[in-house]
């Protein structure tokens, strides 16, 4: 082994179009967005401990061999099961990790920060033993992502792999979507935490509730998401900020939306932006916006003023990097 060191990053992601109807086998949108998570690694002589310190925490692990209680993992747990495989892949013996993971994307609110920790974490960890390609790398971290969240899709992690704009469908290979414009979008934190599991399992009693309704409702989700391929291919930024807002209604109408949600996107939509929409699981969490580029920093300054944090994002095309590799 003559690689020491590794740097590997990874991008956030919100989904543009078709959460929740992604569940029932319709297609959704993501987008990886222009917020990193970078994962630092130096191979250390230190037995094999493994010392990993974020933003906010520091752990030291004595030994790589630990058992882990599969539901009440702590924080840094799942990182160390990735260890622990790709060692037993790659036959690795007493190696210790120093493990440095810093982050600009806001945790909790959706927009895939565990996806792309996963994601980091296992390329620069195979980067050291092997030349990885972003197969090795999305497999090894969909499996890390479904210890932190057990029903895990797997979407954050591809998203999060491939970057870019991707047309995503449960159980097929995804599709890339081209687009002509540098879509400029806000994100806006409700500061209300979510349960996507909770919401899932609402978008479910309604469908049986209401199923004829629920079944047209997503017809309409899937011509919109057909429709908005070709608006993004188009460069149509008031086409697609349409389609948000056709978007949005119909989450409004499974019952994922709530007063603050629709309080900050008739805001921001009196402000200027194409379109708004709740992004992901609902009940909280983010709102994205279409806004004119020209217009990005007087809506965002309007927001921020009611009290909210705002993030302007544009597409980022790279999916995962390997920055850097010390021999
Ligand atoms: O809020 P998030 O990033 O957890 O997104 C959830 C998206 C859902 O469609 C509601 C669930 C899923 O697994 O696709």
């Excluded at 992601?13 to 993501?30: D, M, R, S, T």
């Excluded at 469908?207 to 309704?213: D, P």
Aim: with cysteine; aromatic share 6%; charged share 25%.
């Amino acid at each position: 082994m003559n690689i020491r060191e590794s740097t590997a990053s990874a991008p956030g992601k919100i989904i543009l179009f078709g959460e929740h109807f992604v569940v029932y086998g319709n297609p959704a949108i993501l987008m990886a967005v222009n917020m990193r998570l970078n994962v630092y690694i130096k191979v250390i002589h230190d037995g094999n401990k493994i010392h990993i310190q974020s933003d906010s925490r520091k752990k030291i692990y004595d030994q790589i061999n630990i058992k882990f209680k599969k539901d009440k993992l702590s924080f840094f747990d799942p990182i160390i099961h990735t260890c622990r495989k790709i060692f037993d892949q790659e036959k690795i013996q007493n190696v210790g990790l120093n493990i440095k993971i810093n982050s600009d994307i806001p945790n909790g609110i959706g927009l895939g920060s565990s996806g792309a920790v996963s994601v980091a974490t296992n390329a620069a960890i195979l980067s050291i033993f092997k030349k990885p390609n972003k197969t090795d790398i999305f497999l090894n971290a969909s499996e890390t992502e479904k210890l932190i969240h057990k029903y895990s899709s797997g979407a954050d992690c591809l998203i999060s792999t491939v970057g870019g704009l991707v047309l995503y469908k449960k159980n097929q290979k995804y599709r890339r979507i081209n687009y002509n414009n540098k879509f400029s979008f806000l994100i806006i934190d409700t500061g209300i935490k979510h349960s996507t599991k909770k919401m899932v399992e609402k978008v479910k009693k309604f469908s049986e509730r209401e199923n004829e309704r629920f079944i047209k409702i997503k017809e309409t989700a899937n011509q919109i998401c057909n429709d908005a391929i070709k608006t993004m291919k188009n460069g149509d930024e008031i086409g697609t900020g349409l389609l948000i807002r056709e978007n949005h209604k119909l989450l409004e109408q499974i019952g994922i939306s709530n007063v603050v949600i629709e309080k900050i996107i008739k805001k921001t939509n009196d402000a200027g932006a194409f379109g708004s929409k709740l992004t992901g699981a609902g009940g909280g969490g983010s709102i994205i916006s279409l806004v004119p580029i020209e217009e990005k920093e007087r809506i965002k300054k309007r927001i921020e003023n009611q009290g909210y944090r705002v993030f302007p994002v544009i597409i980022d095309n790279q999916g995962v990097l390997i920055k850097k590799i010390v021999r």
